[in-house]
């Protein structure tokens, strides 16, 4: 059995540990607000957005011209965009998010080109050997869409080029406090959603439908990217609210063991000294 000095320097250092993760449980629930906020007032945007685009595209459809950003073409290669966050310490989170990736990548026939947002992500694929082109990280805790435009960009330049015939983004959709999932969207080809009818909407467009849906498309594909990386945030957060929730009571209640370990190595040693003492006694009245 260690000695109690020994378990009580065990314990002052599990409760430091257990402070730093309670300071950092309630960092990330202050962040984590703010972030599902984020997440809660751009979501109508890229909905309606969405609704616009597909109304647009039901318009054109019979047009002779179609959108370079619409047309569907045979799949030679593929680009992929993995969010993920730049620091650790939030579960599983990160690594959910690399794995899905992962298999993704593996599960495809035709060379795949990654673009990365995020240091856990760009370090993993680059130790893995992974075809990396583009990379954006140190992004703050609430970017905005400029900052994440500069991938967005290589995609759909990419698609219009050429270079791509598919265009994906990976990251982890913020559904609660307690769940986010990995997540896999395609976002180009624009594949524009199914609308019911008694939705769709006349509008009255100038110059004309076809020139406001080319004008729209990389818009909408911007704001695509955005949302994925805006859940991603709020998500992070989460996962690390939980993940320091969790370590700050795993280390109280490794307190509590040492405690008890330390009271019952006490009392041997008070125990063991008076036997100690009674023996003495009795030598003495014995001689």
Same mark, same amino acid.
């Given at each position: 059995?260690?000695?109690?000095?020994? *378990?009580?320097?065990?314990?002052?250092?599990?409760? %430091?540990?257990?402070?730093?993760?309670?300071?950092?449980? &309630?960092?990330?629930?202050?962040? &984590?607000?703010?972030?599902?906020?984020?997440?809660?007032?751009?979501?109508?945007?890229?909905?309606?957005?969405?609704?616009?685009?597909?109304?647009?595209?039901? &318009? =054109? @459809?019979?047009?002779?011209?179609?959108?370079?950003?619409?047309?569907?073409?045979?799949?030679?290669?593929?680009?992929?965009?993995?969010?993920?966050?730049? +620091?650790?310490?939030?579960?599983?989170? %990160?690594? %959910?998010?690399?794995?899905?990736?992962?298999?993704?990548?593996?599960?495809?026939?035709?060379?795949?080109?990654?673009?990365? *947002?995020?240091?856990?992500?760009?370090?993993?694929?680059?130790?893995?050997?992974?075809? /990396?082109? @583009?990379?954006?990280?140190?992004?703050?805790? +609430?970017?905005?869409? *400029?900052?994440?435009? !500069?991938?967005?960009?290589?995609?759909?330049?990419?698609?219009?080029?050429?270079?791509?015939?598919?265009?994906?983004?990976?990251?982890?959709?913020?559904?609660? =406090?307690?769940?986010?999932?990995?997540?896999?969207?395609?976002?180009?080809?624009?594949?524009?959603?199914?609308?019911?009818? #008694? #939705?769709?909407?006349?509008?009255?467009?100038?110059?004309?439908?076809?020139?406001?849906?080319?004008?729209? /498309? !990389?818009?909408?594909?911007?704001?695509?990217?955005?949302?994925?990386?805006?859940? =991603?945030?709020?998500?992070? #957060?989460?996962?690390?609210?939980?993940?320091?929730?969790?370590? =700050?009571? %795993?280390?109280?209640?490794?307190?509590?063991? /040492?405690?008890?370990?330390?009271?019952?190595?006490?009392?041997?040693?008070?125990?063991?000294?008076? /036997?100690?003492?009674?023996?003495? @006694?009795? @030598?003495?009245?014995?001689?």
């Amino acid at each position: 059995m260690p000695s109690t000095r020994e *378990i009580r320097r065990r314990i002052r250092s599990v409760r %430091n540990t257990s402070q730093i993760t309670k300071a950092m449980e &309630m960092v990330s629930a202050v962040k &984590m607000r703010k972030a599902q906020e984020a997440v809660s007032a751009s979501r109508p945007y890229s909905e309606k957005m969405a609704d616009l685009v597909a109304g647009l595209a039901r &318009m =054109t @459809a019979r047009s002779d011209e179609v959108d370079p950003l619409l047309v569907q073409r045979p799949v030679n290669r593929i680009g992929l965009i993995v969010i993920t966050g730049d +620091r650790g310490l939030c579960g599983a989170l %990160n690594t %959910n998010i690399i794995r899905r990736a992962a298999r993704f990548i593996l599960d495809q026939s035709v060379p795949v080109q990654v673009m990365a *947002i995020g240091r856990k992500g760009r370090d993993w694929l680059l130790r893995h050997g992974s075809e /990396l082109i @583009a990379e954006v990280s140190g992004l703050p805790e +609430r970017p905005s869409l *400029i900052q994440v435009s !500069p991938i967005t960009t290589l995609a759909i330049d990419g698609y219009r080029d050429g270079r791509f015939d598919r265009v994906d983004v990976v990251y982890s959709r913020f559904v609660s =406090t307690t769940r986010q999932e990995p997540t896999i969207q395609q976002i180009l080809p624009v594949v524009p959603q199914a609308q019911e009818t #008694h #939705h769709v909407l006349d509008y009255i467009f100038e110059p004309d439908p076809a020139t406001v849906l080319s004008r729209l /498309l !990389p818009r909408y594909v911007e704001v695509e990217v955005y949302q994925a990386v805006l859940e =991603t945030a709020a998500s992070e #957060h989460s996962a690390r609210m939980l993940a320091m929730h969790n370590a =700050t009571q %795993n280390a109280r209640e490794v307190v509590r063991e /040492l405690t008890l370990t330390y009271n019952k190595a006490r009392q041997a040693g008070i125990t063991k000294e008076i /036997l100690e003492i009674a023996a003495g @006694a009795e @030598a003495l009245r014995a001689s």
